[in-house]
């Protein structure tokens, strides 16, 4: 299997299947009770699925079964099937979507009809690490070269979706809007039963202290890592990686046992110019 190279299309660098079918993504129709996650790759998108099929589930599944084919993905197109827009258009209301695309890149009518968005904010650094990774298994995804040259591409915003830095501010700029609303990872790390219980108030669900607690005993990283299927079901050809790998260390401070001193100067460097005046901030370590 050939890995292919991002592709550019109206500015955004996005995938060959994406670019494809972009018309049809660029003119999607939100509905005003669509539900939509939006994330810049590899912030914990997954995780955040899965708490929220707990909460549909009002968090009392003993057994809960990881599912990865609930909550399509907009932007998302296979080389050799549909491309996921089309279904998402024929999907029943109200539709749960997942987004990728920053803001600039969106349908409008996502904001017009004041949709819930729930964004999904990690650390630059460990999703720099994280995407680097998912670029070496991911035969979806382009040859990522070394560490090094992969980092300077993501500082640079070089990378599918663009820079992560104007993805972040983008979505942050909307949070006085009551339908916008934030969950960061390191957050999730610290303490999921309290994030989870703030992400079922914003969509209306009540949950009792007994299904937060299973819900994190069902979500911790190694629960989840246990509890699936070894191969990625509908991606695993021709994306090639299984779950074990995709659920590779889910945790915060990955990036230590990667950045240099000197690229973390740099990293930090840009991070301070890019945020500054945001009041956006990040945990590094826990
Ligand atoms: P790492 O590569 O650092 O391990 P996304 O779903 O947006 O692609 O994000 C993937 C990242 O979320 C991966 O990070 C993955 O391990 C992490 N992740 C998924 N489920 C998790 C969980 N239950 N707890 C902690 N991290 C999780």
Known sequence: YKKPQVVLVDGLLVMPGTLRHWEKIKSFQARP????????????????TQVMNM?????????YKVDKTLIP?????????????????????PRVINI???ISHISKSILENKCKVICILRNPKDVAV???????FN???????????????FMIGK???NSWFDHVKGWWSLREQPNIFFLFYEEMKKD?????????????????????????????????????????????????????????????????????VAQNEVMDQLITDQLQGTSLDFCYEL
């Open 55 to 63: 909460i549909k589930l009002h968090g009392d599944v003993e057994a």
């Open 159 to 161: 990378v599918g979706f």
């Open 73 to 93: 993905f907009l932007e998302f197109c296979r080389p050799d099937e549909e491309p996921a827009v089309e279904k998402i258009n024929n999907l029943p209301s």
């Open 130 to 136: 994280s995407f680097y990774h998912f670029h070496t």
């Open 192 to 260: 999921l039963g309290y994030e989870a219980g703030r992400l079922a108030s914003f969509l209306g669900h009540d949950l009792s202290p007994e299904a937060i607690k299973n819900l994190v005993k069902q979500l911790s990283f190694n629960a989840m890592k246990a509890n699936m299927d070894e191969k990625f079901s509908n991606l695993s050809s021709p994306a090639g990686f299984t779950f074990k790998q995709f659920l590779r260390k889910g945790q915060v401070g990955d990036w230590k046992n990667h950045f240099t």
């Open 33 to 48: 009770d669509d539900i939509f996650i939006a994330s810049y790759p590899k912030s914990g998108l997954m995780w955040t």
């Open 139 to 153: 035969n979806m995804l382009p040859n990522p070269g070394t560490w090094s040259e992969f980092l300077q591409n």
């Open 100 to 102: 990728h695309a920053p």
